[in-house]
């Protein structure tokens, strides 16, 4: 071999191992105690990896996987101060959010990931009905603190009782400190359940779509790939297994 073609084959040598060894964009996601959509599989305000389940979860996992994309899930909390972080750092995420026309220009969306009805929750023994959604605003409604559904009925003229957590919630809808929750309609009759609060559902305020919402800074191709990976799991059939898989 020549000198001058040693040299070439050299500098591709040189730039194909640099090119080679350059980390992978690693996507930090975060999420909160939702349950059945995300949750801590023992129970507590945080977890990390395997560690974090549940439908939508379990879709992230698959749409990373799929999209070839290096995911790293937490679950933390409150909401706010993940929420705040995914818009502060270039390479988080966050899931299962809607997509509200406040969010909408925040975030670059990827799903959606899961589908949430919102609902008023009253005691089982309740004799509360609703034929609109004005009806509620005469009774105490609760309500979790930075959701979408607070913003959603405070823009509607409700005066709201908040909490940072939604077992707090429950508890004074049981003790009878409020009267109508404000929750997603899986994740209440859940978390109910689990406290051992009798409840039921009163009225049907919403219906949305889940989405993970990615900061601007997060590279554009791989936005791509991840919505093009929830695309082809729902056309094969895939998020309806997984979602269906919890209710067996």
Not at 65 to 83: G, Q
Not at 148 to 159: I, M, P, Q, R, V
Not at 186 to 202: E, F, H, T
Request: aromatic share 10%; hydrophobic share 40%.
């Amino acid at each position: 071999m020549s000198r001058n073609n040693w040299l070439i084959a050299s500098i591709f040598l040189l730039f194909g191992s640099i090119s080679f060894n350059l980390p992978a964009f690693e996507l930090k996601l975060l999420t909160e105690n939702s349950p059945p959509f995300n949750m801590s599989a023992g129970g507590g305000n945080f977890a990390r990896g395997d560690q974090v389940v549940g439908i939508a979860t379990n879709v992230v996992r698959e749409v990373c996987k799929k999209a070839n994309v290096s995911c790293e899930i937490t679950l933390r909390f409150p909401w706010n101060r993940i929420y705040q972080q995914t818009l502060e750092r270039s390479d988080y995420g966050i899931f299962s959010m809607a997509r509200t026309p406040e969010r909408a220009s925040l975030f670059q969306w990827v799903g959606p990931v899961a589908k949430n009805k919102w609902v008023f929750l009253a005691k089982a023994d309740s004799s509360i009905t609703l034929n609109k959604l004005g009806d509620a605003k005469k009774y105490i409604v609760g309500a979790y603190k930075g959701d979408a559904k607070e913003k959603f009925l405070t823009d509607n003229g409700f005066n709201l009782q908040t909490s940072l957590k939604d077992d707090r919630l429950a508890k004074k809808l049981d003790e009878g400190k409020i009267d109508l929750w404000a929750s997603s309609e899986l994740s209440g009759q859940m978390l109910a359940k689990k406290l051992g609060i009798s409840v039921k559902q009163v009225f049907v305020f919403g219906e949305i779509d889940l989405f993970i919402g990615l900061n601007k800074e997060v590279p554009a191709d791989v936005a791509s790939k991840m919505q093009k990976a929830v695309e082809e799991l729902n056309k094969s059939g895939r998020i309806y297994e997984i979602q269906n898989s919890y209710f067996r």
